[in-house]
């Protein structure tokens, strides 16, 4: 059963494109979504990548767990077949929100600490940060982490062979603590996600087999446990 908690479903949601300042980005064409029941509550729609819904929803997951601050994504329940190219997450929409420059953020400690995170697990982009009305700080954009951008492509299309799909059966990408181990920062990190175990994720990955498919539920099980393990040691 999908826990009602980390999806919605597009029955319930308006649409109209949404423009970043900053441009289309990696993430392709974005939606801003309006709860129909309740139109205050508005999301940023990605869809346009075969990895994106997948990846911002299991940072999120991770996230939330280590107590960081991320601003919240749920998986989209498409009302009809082919609604979405590919599946959907809907990232909460933080109205008035200003985009911190790398100046600004390097400077805040959690920034740093998920910033490293995003590191750990492969991402090599851009990162962003916003401040919202209040003063509280958030992370956005996730979709570069955990490798299987080109890779999940090929899982939901099993006839477009890409070369991230070849390289991937060849040698599975995984994460790299590294020598982050030895910043003092992440020590608190670090020994949380030593606690954890895969069994405490299976909540979602049921939601990610059911809306993105099985081979995503296996290579999210499979990269988590073994952040797990390399934190343990």
């Keep these: ?7 919605i479903n597009s029955k319930d949601l308006t649409y109209e ?3 970043q300042a900053r441009g289309e980005g990696f993430s392709g064409q974005l939606y801003l979504a309006t709860d129909i029941n309740n139109t205050e509550n508005k999301y940023i729609i990605k869809s346009a990548q075969a ?8 940072f999120y997951v991770l996230a939330s767990k280590l107590e960081l601050h991320v601003a919240r994504v749920r998986l989209v329940v498409p009302a009809k077949p082919h609604e ?7 990232v909460d929409f933080i109205p008035n929100s200003k985009k911190l420059s790398y100046d600004e953020y390097s400077k805040i ?4 600490i998920l910033s490293d995170l995003s590191f750990i697990l492969g991402d090599r982009d851009n990162l962003d940060f916003l401040r919202d009305e209040s003063g509280a700080v958030y992370k956005i954009d996730h979709a570069d982490c955990f490798g299987i951008e080109g890779t999940a492509e090929t899982w939901l299309n099993p006839n477009k062979k890409t070369h991230e799909h070849m390289f991937y059966q060849m040698s599975k990408p995984k994460p790299c603590i590294g020598h982050y181990v030895k910043k ?5 990190m670090l020994d949380k996600i030593a606690k954890l175990s895969i069994t405490e994720f299976e909540n979602e990955l049921v939601v990610i087999n059911n809306i993105c ?5 296996t290579h999210f099980r499979y990269y988590i446990n073994e952040l797990i393990e390399q934190s343990r040691k």
């Excluded at 990895?51 to 299991?58: D, G, L, P």
């Excluded at 003092?184 to 608190?188: F, S, T, V």
């Design 1 to 7: 059963m999908i826990n009602a908690d980390y999806i």
């Design 213 to 217: 498919g099985v081979l995503f539920e």
């Design 84 to 90: 979405f190219e590919y599946p959907a997450c809907a």
């Design 184 to 188: 003092e920062i992440l020590r608190n």
């Design 109 to 112: 400690e959690e920034c740093e």
């Design 17 to 19: 494109p949404y423009h």
């Design 51 to 58: 990895h994106v819904a997948a990846c911002e929803f299991m």
